[in-house]
C-alpha cells in the first residue's frame, strides 16, 4: 500500500529530525497502542533496550535502528488488523482535507494542556485534569462541520484522539462539540476560538464527555495561526 509506505516515511523523518527521537519514538509507540514488551519482542531485543532509547539513556538510535523500530510499529498493527494504519492513511483519502485545517503540527513530547493554554491565551471553561496532548489541529469550523458528516470526521481519530482541536471561525460554539459527541472522537482538549462565552449545550457536552474544553482570547485566526506556528 503506497499509503502504508508514506506513512512510514512520515514517522521516520519525524524521529529522525526530532530533537529527542527517544521521546518521539515513545510518542508513535504510544499513538500506536504498543507496549514496550511487544515492540521489543517484534525486534527481538530486551525490553530494556527500548526503554532506554525512549528516556534518553542510551545514545541516540541511527537511521537503521529507526528503520527497524518504525517497521515493526506497522508490522504489529498489521497482524492486528491494521486499526491504527488505516486511520492514518484514511487521513490521505478525505476529500479537500486542506480545505478545513488550516495549521496542524504534532508535538516531539507531550505538554501539559495548562503549558498549551498559556501560549495561546487560553482559559478553561470548566474545571478538568491537566492531561498531556501530542499536537494540535486548527479547523475552519464552518467548513470541517458543515461539509462533513460525523461518519467522515471519526475517520480523523488517528488525528485527533489525544491532540487539540482549536475551532475557528465560530458562531456560538455548540456545533464541534455535537458533531464530536456523534463520532468516537476522543480529544485531549478541544479550544474554541472566536467567541467570548461557551454555549451551555456545549459545555453540559464537555462535561458529559469528559472533554477538555477551554477558550482562546488571541484577537484574530490569523494572530492564533501566527502564535501557533512559532511553537516548538
Not at 475517520?155 to 484522539?161: E, P, T
Request: charged fraction near 25%; aromatic fraction near 8%; charge should be positive.
Amino acid at each position: 500500500m503506497a499509503n502504508v509506505d508514506e506513512l512510514r516515511k512520515k514517522i521516520a523523518g519525524e524521529i529522525v529530525l526530532s530533537g529527542k527521537p527517544g521521546e518521539t519514538i515513545k510518542k508513535w509507540r504510544q499513538l500506536f497502542q504498543i507496549y514496550q514488551t511487544d515492540l521489543s519482542k517484534e525486534l527481538g531485543m530486551n525490553t530494556s533496550v527500548i526503554s532506554d532509547y525512549e528516556s534518553g539513556r542510551r545514545k541516540s538510535p541511527g537511521t537503521k535502528m529507526i528503520e527497524k523500530v518504525v517497521n515493526a510499529l506497522v508490522e504489529i498493527d498489521l497482524a492486528k488488523g491494521g486499526k491504527i494504519i488505516k486511520e492514518f492513511v484514511a487521513l490521505y483519502n478525505i476529500p479537500d482535507f486542506d480545505s478545513f485545517i488550516l495549521l496542524r503540527k504534532e508535538f516531539e513530547k507531550p505538554i501539559k494542556i495548562n503549558t498549551f493554554l498559556k501560549r495561546i491565551n487560553g482559559k478553561a471553561s470548566y474545571e478538568f485534569k491537566n492531561r498531556l496532548i501530542y499536537g494540535f489541529s486548527v479547523m475552519d469550523s464552518k467548513k470541517a462541520i458543515m461539509n462533513f458528516s460525523p461518519l467522515e470526521l471519526s475517520r480523523l481519530s488517528s488525528m485527533i484522539n489525544r491532540h487539540c482541536i482549536i475551532f475557528t471561525n465560530l458562531q456560538r460554539g455548540r456545533s464541534p462539540l455535537v458533531a464530536v459527541r456523534l463520532t468516537n472522537l476522543e480529544p485531549g482538549l478541544i479550544v474554541l476560538h472566536g467567541i467570548l462565552k461557551v454555549d451551555e449545550i456545549a459545555l453540559r457536552i464537555a462535561k458529559l464527555e469528559n472533554i477538555p474544553l477551554a477558550l482562546s482570547y488571541v484577537s484574530t485566526t490569523e494572530n492564533l495561526i501566527s502564535k501557533l506556528e512559532k511553537y516548538k
